[in-house]
């Protein structure tokens, strides 16, 4: 019978030695999961949410990481952006000035050229928003002493929280020696393993309280930081669009109406282009034109005009009613030749 005992106790340790064997090949670091009650229902609702809180701000953590790198990545396009932009800017406003007589093309060079100073200051600005209010705030944050401290914290319970199961499996051998051999020996290992036991958890509720204090202030503030870097980050980004935006705007209606309206303008003729020899003839407006600038003529249907100059463009040059201007010349109709410088008279 003493035989069958001595097997069994040794069976017992051995299955002790190695429960110890696997709990320390799983807690090399970190809060370990555990579902061992080594004290009551409180200390295994701490348990649990220590763990939560635990991988609450671990997940916190890597998302902190994950903006940190999208802010680096926007940032060093940024200046790559910045950097090709000014060169732009300056080649086309170089074109404008060294090609000043191609008047279309240069102004619309010399228009992007200067508008894109603009564009380069909003991605400087935003680029320096992402550093100042992205960055720097979470870094700070990822590499805290908060945070590291309370995830110590954390880890110092889940060790010791270890440690008394490995005390509460100590305790229960003993108790079994006892029942199997109650000698004074075997009774006082027993009371030492029970005031152990008792050591420990005492230091494991204060550690407790401290640990999901300390864990839980920083989840907080990790949420509350991350979302207003968030919001920050995309606030910045849609004020960035929103400039660019209206300069590209005002610039595309800068550039495209100065065509419009150096295409709808009547062609200029120099004074010098009309000799003596020019014969003028009289015409009558078939159609009605308004004038857009002072440099066109008004029309009415009916109205005689004494046509001057007739353009290839389909413009002429006239009077009527003691006013001069330009027309389209198919809004009129020739009727009779003029006298010309020399003082001939031809009829239509």
Known sequence: MDAL???ASKLRDQVAKQQLAVIKQFSASGYEHSDVVVIDEMEMQRHQQLEKLYRSTRSGKDFQKELVKAAEAFTSIGYKHIEAGTKLSEDCCKYGVENANDEIL???ASIYGDARKHV???????TRLLFS?????????IGGAPLEDARHLAQRYSKMRQEAEIQATEVSRRQARVREAPIPENVTKLHAAEARMQELKANMAVLGKEATAALAAVESQQQRLTFQRLVAMVEG????????????HQIEAEMVGDKQRRDSAPPTVPSNLLSDKTKYFLAVAMH???ASSDKELDLAIGDY?????VSPSGWSEGECKGKNGWFPSAFV??????????????FY
């Open 106 to 108: 240069a102004k619309a």
């Open 237 to 248: 980004e849609r004020t960035y669009h929103e400039r660019v935006a209206a300069i590209l």
């Open 288 to 290: 009605s034109f308004e």
């Open 120 to 126: 380069e200051k909003e991605q400087e600005d935003f």
């Open 305 to 309: 005009v004494v046509v001057r100059k």
């Open 133 to 141: 209010q992205i960055l720097e705030p979470l870094r700070a944050m």
């Open 333 to 346: 109709e020739r009727r009779q030749r003029l006298p010309s410088a020399n003082g001939d008279t031809e």
């Open 5 to 7: 005992r001595k097997q």
